[in-house]
């Protein structure tokens, strides 16, 4: 644990030193520009607040649902891990992509309320204070002050607010400037990728926790979780074959162009990455190959997020030929540059030392016993 | 009162003249074009597509703001920094947007640029215009219709360079205006119509 603890402070460091590069020189030492305007920090925030959303929902069902009662003694670091390292995690990728974080305080002087970044901040904000609510109820119960039907409302608080994932998909769903974003399914697409990510991160979690004598882990549980991920991961390839074949059979237009990208054209490689991805997570998980399996799981998510924000970003709705700093024909792939790749790093090392000293210090308060 | 331009893609040589008198007014930073000319035709400025001698096509295509009656990127902006003003055009409170380029992801057509550092110049001093807006590092601008000339009784820069005299302003609401004269009789488009948008941009056919 020292060692990782090491590495990881290393790394949270690289990316101290690549985001202060960024202050000094601007973001134009990212590989994002005027048709990449959103790269790598916001497919970082997607992933942290799908953490966050999925904890929630897992931690309230574990609650509400007496068939989940085995999750029960460990929703504490379920909701430490998941919820609050996720939002520090979404909160700092959020911050590092802002050109002007300062001006962040105008979000409350003057939000504009049509605005789906308001509605992000406002549901990250519920995440905040209803994983707090979670976790004081959960105290309580560990307290002897509360009993399991105690918990119920809190429960349908943490599921209600973790589906509203599904609203923080409208900052793209709503765009009439991108018709591959602009459909029905994505916003399911954003809710099965929230709880893949969360219960991969937690599998992992649970898993490190009972092999360094932490707590006990029952295996079954942890395997548990593994199949639903697994589940979820053939729904999300489900729902990818059906955007290729539109694209495909209807071979014209705005969306198909974008299909025809990833699956064919400059896209392709990353798109063909993100189904091996999927599929051999999601054997993996079936196969109760837990590690392995959640690895998989989140490199699938992060290629899913990655490759929706590079697949309409570069295919422009005027995709005619122009001066050098707008030529859309010569558009290629998006691959961050160095600094962006090292301040993400840093990012999600900063989330894992803060779960890693957190159920350290406090592990009396998150060790699992037999909640009632 | 509608403010919106005209501009006649007949008369339209390709020159970039208007992009770079935009660009000179402006006093716009390096890499930084809120004006561009693109090419309809083949995959590179300036040429065509389709095989000589026949089918050959070649249309030259000014694409600024479009300044759209529904702007999308006006809803989208969380702080309210873009805004509609009441002439009708779509512009940028400099000092309050917070650099999250919402507003460049929702607008269709990539008019939209960010200052990825902090503005760097050709020259070593301002060029064009005395009160032409001031740049900073990290946030978002775009074509303003030249709202500081405006204010003056001046027409936006790219008009007056135009060597084709391709582009025409005025008050779409008002019959007379050089901008609705333009387009009587003539057949008339706007860019990607379809997204409701209602830009204020038509181009003559």
Known sequence: MKKTLAALIVLALVGGFSWLLQLVYGAGITNMNNFVPWGLYIVGFMIFTGVAAGSLMLAGAAWLFDSLAGYRPYTKIITFLGVFCGLVGAGLFIFVDLGNPQRGIYMLLSPNLSSPQVWDAGILSLYGLTGSLLMYKLWMVSQGKAVAADMKNISRLAIGAGLLVIVTSFAFVLLVSSPAWNNPGEPVSFLFAAVIAALAVLMLALSHLQKVAYCAVPEPLVSRMGYVASLLLALELIFLVGEACIGFYAPYGEEAETVFWQLTGKGAAFYWAEILAILMGCMALARSKVKAGSWLALLAVFLIKYNLLQSQQLNPLLPFAGPSVYNPPALGVYIPSLPEVGTALGIVAVACIMGIIGLAKFKSFFAPREEV | ?205
């Open chain 2, 1 to 205: 009162m509608y403010m919106g331009m005209v501009i006649d893609l007949k008369k339209c040589i390709g020159c970039h003249s208007c992009a770079v008198a935009c660009k000179l007014n402006n006093n716009l930073p390096d890499g930084m074009w809120w004006n561009r000319i693109l090419t309809k035709g083949g995959e590179t400025m300036d040429t065509a597509s389709g095989t000589y001698p026949d089918k050959l096509n070649l249309m030259h295509l000014p694409v600024n703001c479009q300044h759209c009656e529904d702007a999308p990127c006006v809803k989208a902006c969380p702080v309210g920094a873009s805004y509609k003003a009441d002439d009708g055009t779509v512009q940028i409170d400099y000092d309050k947007c917070i650099g999250c380029r919402m507003c460049m992801a929702a607008c269709p057509y990539d008019a939209r640029s960010f200052n990825w550092k902090e503005p760097e110049y050709p020259v070593d001093h301002a060029v064009g215009e005395a009160d032409a807006p001031k740049h900073q590092g990290h946030i978002v601008e775009k074509c303003t219709f030249c709202k500081n000339r405006r204010e003056r009784g001046e027409v936006p820069a790219c008009m007056e360079l135009c060597l084709g005299r391709a582009r025409y302003w005025g008050d779409l609401d008002d019959p007379e205006s050089d901008a609705a004269k333009a387009m009587r009789g003539r057949k008339t488009m706007r860019l990607l119509e379809e997204k409701g948008t209602k830009p204020s941009v038509y181009y003559l056919l």
